[in-house]
């Protein structure tokens, strides 16, 4: 989609409350984009389209890149790259530079991104909402805010959606979890004889319900269960994609860019005792930390060109999730010439810890053995006019579509991994998303 000629943006603060994810969902508009970070204080919230931009191939990253920054200096040339001072473009991309037949999936392209024609930001107490129209269009803009404003019992919800507690997978037949040691193994030969050294396999889990899903549900129990996570919501029309994912891809704030290195997990305990015994087993696994160690290095090596200098801890710290504790490391570097978010966000992707390594030798197993993946393992996000911004890695997700949800869940395979012990791994991600219990944080 071209973006027309002649875009308007105003940008105006917010003083009364308001449900930023009842808003947008009332409105009746698409696409839909949400974000938050309740830990950080920071949500993002849009609908509507004025311009999209979709990609694929070895390209996407420069194109929507470039595309998206053109279009945004447009409109809004000089403003300082904090998020809540104007326009922003929001939206992902998938693992794979190529289209997922997957029916699920059929409206995620490879890589796309929009402008929103309402945006509302709120950082910690102060709120700003954002409208962008066409020429001539402002009046379907306002119509657009009056529906998002109406009161919330006018605003439109999903017919008799099923509530979370009935959103329960059957226990994995014995075929699945053949299929599983049996894909297992074959990556483990394949490390076993030197060609690889890690790769991450994943499953998929269908759940379905009497009613519609409602995607605003999960994110009604993200923001309470899972507050130092992404908790996002993608819309692109009648499919969903939402997800409360724990991993930084990376971000750019100013020139200083940060990614995470998340790799490497055990379960949570069922008491404090147990929990500390499994994170202290997790901080001494040499297999958990050579899994681990892969992903540093590749986002060490990946940003090292072009950020310097390059903090990386000497060692790795505990990440407490409702469904796991897992191997956490932090990387932080300045950047030694102009770089945005998406083109770092393409130096990065696919890290070793949803692909493998080497990389491009993972890849091609994955594309093979998982071609439904879609936009599980890629990421969300947005963008400034500066090119700053954040994208999460697409973790702890699912699609609905209707009255069936897509779950997925994967795990690091390297030498030394049991089948077993990795499906089990999977089966606490598969059902992270529609769990309640209560949430860590990094120790």
């Known amino acids: 989609m071209n973006y027309p000629d002649s875009i308007f943006s105003e940008t105006v603060p917010v003083d009364e409350p308001l449900d930023l994810l009842r808003a947008i969902r009332g409105c009746g508009a698409a696409p839909l984009f949400y974000w938050e970070r309740p830990d950080h204080g920071l949500t993002i919230a849009a609908a509507g389209a004025v311009a999209e931009f979709r990609a694929s191939g070895v390209g996407r990253f420069r194109d929507v890149s470039e595309r998206s920054r053109e279009l945004l200096r447009s409109l809004n040339p000089g403003r300082s790259g904090d998020p809540v001072g104007g326009p922003l473009m929001v939206g992902g991309f998938g693992f794979s530079d190529r289209a997922c037949q997957a029916r699920e999936w059929r409206e995620f392209p490879p890589a796309w991104i929009f402008l929103p024609r309402l945006l509302w930001v709120r950082r ?91 995607p605003a549900r999960f994110i009604d129990s993200a923001r309470t269960a899972r507050p130092s996570c992404v908790n996002f919501f993608v819309s692109p029309g009648i499919t969903s994609f939402v997800g409360s994912t724990p991993e930084r891809l990376v971000e750019l704030d100013g020139e200083t860019v940060t990614s995470s290195a998340l790799a490497g997990s055990v379960p ?117 006019a500066k090119g700053q911004g954040e994208f999460a890695v697409a973790l702890r997700a699912g699609v609905i579509d209707g009255s069936r949800m897509y779950l997925f869940g994967g795990a690091g395979i390297v030498a030394g991994s049991d089948s077993e012990a990795e499906f089990a791994e999977t089966e606490n991600k598969l059902t992270a998303l529609i769990g309640s219990t209560p949430l860590g944080t990094i120790a």
């Not at 994995?172 to 076993?192: G, M, N």
């Not at 091609?364 to 890629?378: K, L, M, Q, V």
């Open 268 to 384: 949570r305990g069922d008491n404090p005792e147990e929990d500390r015994a499994l994170g202290d087993s997790l901080l001494s696994s040499a297999k958990n930390l050579e899994e681990h160690q892969y992903v540093v290095n590749a986002l060490a090596s990946a940003l090292e060109p072009v950020a310097s200098p390059l903090n990386v801890a000497a060692q790795p710290r505990l990440m407490l999730l409702p469904e796991a504790q897992h191997l956490f490391t932090r990387i932080e570097g300045r950047l030694r010439e102009p770089r945005s978010v998406i083109e770092l966000a393409g130096l990065l992707h696919p890290t070793p810890a949803v692909c493998g390594v080497p990389r491009e030798a993972a890849r091609a197993i994955i594309e093979r053995e998982e071609p439904e993946r879609g936009w599980y393992t890629g990421a969300v996000g947005w963008i400034d």
């Open 124 to 214: 910690g107490a102060r709120c700003t909402l954002t409208t962008t129209w066409a020429k001539d269009d402002r009046d379907s803009v306002d119509r657009l805010l009056a529906r998002a404003l109406q009161p919330p019992h006018s605003c439109h919800r999903s017919a008799d959606p099923s509530p979370l507690l009935e959103l329960r997978p059957s226990a994995p037949t014995p075929l699945e979890r053949i299929d599983w040691r049996e894909r297992v193994e074959r990556v483990r030969s394949q490390i076993l004889g030197g060609a690889l050294k890690k790769v991450v396999l994943s499953r998929r889990l269908v759940i379905e319900t009497d009613s519609p899903i409602d």
